[in-house]
């Protein structure tokens, strides 16, 4: 069997990479990422990488905190999680880059659509980091944004939900599950998988996404041969 995309973006939440932990960084959660996505390039799959930032920073504390400077804020905190998995990449024989929205030229290179390109294409894995480089904008909306600008034929969004549903299934048991949904729908009904501008992104940009738990091993290969698991909105 065939699979079934060859260029995507996994998009990854921080809180997914703290585990258990609920907070900062977990060797286990980084190790797991790490072998799934050398499973993905070992089947020739061009993979671009953006990751949350919510096991360190959650937005703004306090209402006295300016808006802007929280985000960014957030945006470095991605850094931090750019690095890590980078690390943990190269550390089983990955080809890894980490590109930054704000230019930091000590520690990755800034983000070059044409370059991340030449990179993808070359089977080298792109982290994007640091969201997209501008306030008021979150990391879902850097992932539509990414997989538009890379031609990435979908998103792959590892959450530490399985599923897309119609409401909290830790805080209600009774929670519709989704196997299917559109852009519109999500819309619509004001679903929490991506915020409204990302939605709306992937949607005029024709950019399925597949929402499913990052903790359960081997589920990135299952969506790329397009396995039912999780929720797919398209």
């Not at 061009?46 to 945006?75: I, K, L, P």
């Not at 980078?86 to 030229?105: H, L």
């Amino acid at each position: 069997m065939e699979p079934k995309y060859h260029r995507v973006i996994l998009k990854i939440s921080g809180e997914a990479l703290a585990g258990d932990k609920k907070f900062g960084l977990d060797e286990k959660m980084l190790t797991m990422v790490a072998e799934e996505v050398k499973d993905l390039v070992k089947l020739g799959i061009q993979v671009g990488v953006v990751v949350g930032g919510g096991n360190f920073w959650r937005g703004r504390t306090s209402n006295s905190m300016d808006r802007a400077t929280a985000d960014y804020m957030g945006m470095l905190a991605t850094v931090i999680n750019s690095l890590a998995l980078q690390d943990a990449f190269e550390n089983i024989g990955i080809p890894t880059r980490v590109q930054t929205a704000i230019e930091m030229k000590e520690v990755a290179e800034p983000y070059i659509r044409r370059k991340a390109m030449a990179h993808l294409s070359n089977n080298i894995v792109v982290i994007f980091a640091a969201g997209t480089g501008n306030p008021f904008f979150s990391t879902d909306t850097t992932a539509a944004l990414r997989a538009a600008e890379v031609d990435a034929e979908i998103i792959l969004l590892a959450k530490k939900v399985d599923a897309v549903y119609d409401s909290d299934p830790e805080i209600n048991p009774n929670a519709k599950k989704f196997e299917t949904l559109t852009h519109q729908e999500v819309l619509e009904k004001g679903l929490g998988v991506m915020d409204s501008t990302a939605s709306s992104l992937c949607r005029d940009n024709n950019i399925p996404i597949h929402v499913f738990a990052l903790n359960e091993p081997g589920n990135v290969i299952k969506a790329i041969y397009g396995e039912k698991i999780g929720t797919i909105i398209k």
